[in-house]
């Protein structure tokens, strides 16, 4: 396989997709969320009202705003969409792909798509669970890595993927 400079990483919540793009980042990789510019839109709006960021690494927290994430990224989507590929680095690694139309757009700007898959780990919501189901059936998941639980396993297998 030939370097890969665009790599998108699927999968529910707590796969290890942000560990699987670490060692991406550590090689000059920059990360790049759509639910990043999402938070981004309603921290205000959170902190205001919920008391905390939406940025939070409190599972309690995240578990709280996540309708919330997901209703903002339906209800703005086209102006997330936009802004995300508007600014698309050269060498990127996305750490959470959820839509056919993202992958779609993904894919004919160069980049790859992986799915994480950890043993145990199901869909945090409805929507989280019908969205990979979507993207399954777009046939663009290129590569599948299992995530037993060994970060070194995790990023031995992600660098060989994309040739590093």
């Not at 550590?26 to 938070?39: H, L, M, P, Q, S």
């Not at 994430?69 to 698309?88: C, K, P």
């Amino acid at each position: 396989m030939n370097k890969v400079h665009r790599i998108a990483l699927a999968g529910y919540a707590r796969v290890g997709k942000d560990e699987a793009a670490k060692p991406l980042i550590e090689r000059g990789y920059t990360r790049v969320a759509f639910g990043d510019i999402i938070k981004r839109q309603v921290d205000s709006l959170v902190q205001q009202h919920l008391g905390f960021s939406a940025f939070t690494e409190d599972n309690a927290q995240k578990q709280q705003i996540r309708p919330i994430l997901e209703q903002w990224g339906e209800v703005n989507y086209d102006n997330i969409m936009a802004e995300f590929f508007g600014t698309l680095p050269q060498k990127a690694v996305n750490t959470r792909l959820t839509r056919a139309r993202e992958a779609l757009e993904w894919v004919r700007c160069g980049g790859v798509i992986v799915e994480i898959r950890r043993p145990g780990v199901g869909p945090a919501t409805d929507w989280e669970r019908e969205r990979l189901e979507e993207l399954r059936g777009t046939g663009l998941i290129t590569h599948v890595i299992e995530n037993n639980g060994r970060i070194e396993n995790l990023a031995d297998k992600m660098l060989q993927l994309v040739g590093v």
